[in-house]
């Protein structure tokens, strides 16, 4: 069964920061673009940062643009998202996705791809 399993998650204050993971398993992902989303109460699912199959290209959108690293390591088949200078307007779930086909034209819709985690929550309190 191929899946992406997100930890990392929890409660922090702002200013903080926290690493999530995303574990994929039954097949490799090393060809392939993997992206985070999160989602907030009441609001639509929104495009965080992605990564190239190699890791040589990232995407970042412009509200985490300076705070946030993505990187993935091939041998782990996982992708991480390092949050630093953490804000109360971070608080979300966290999906990791994966997008099947190792091509691509677009990074930040969620359409672009195929298989997601079931999500981690992260908090920062004020």
């Known amino acids: 069964q191929v899946q992406l399993v997100e930890s990392g998650g929890g409660l922090v204050q702002a200013g ?7 574990a994929a398993s039954g ?11 999160r989602q907030a109460p009441g609001k639509e699912r929104e495009f965080v ?8 290209t990232t995407y970042y959108a412009d ?3 300076g705070r946030f690293t993505i990187s993935r390591d091939n041998a ?16 979300a779930v966290y999906y990791c996705a994966a997008r099947m086909s190792p091509y691509y034209s677009s990074y930040d819709l969620t359409a672009d791809y195929n298989l997601w985690g079931q999500g981690t929550q992260v908090t920062v309190s004020s």
């Open 16 to 22: 903080g920061s926290l690493r999530l993971s995303c």
């Open 49 to 56: 940062a992605a990564i190239t199959g190699n890791g040589v």
């Open 27 to 37: 097949r490799t992902f090393a060809s392939n673009l993997m992206g985070w989303f």
């Open 76 to 91: 782990k088949n996982t992708v991480y998202l390092q949050m630093n200078s953490l804000k109360p307007e971070d608080t």
């Open 63 to 65: 509200s985490v643009k």
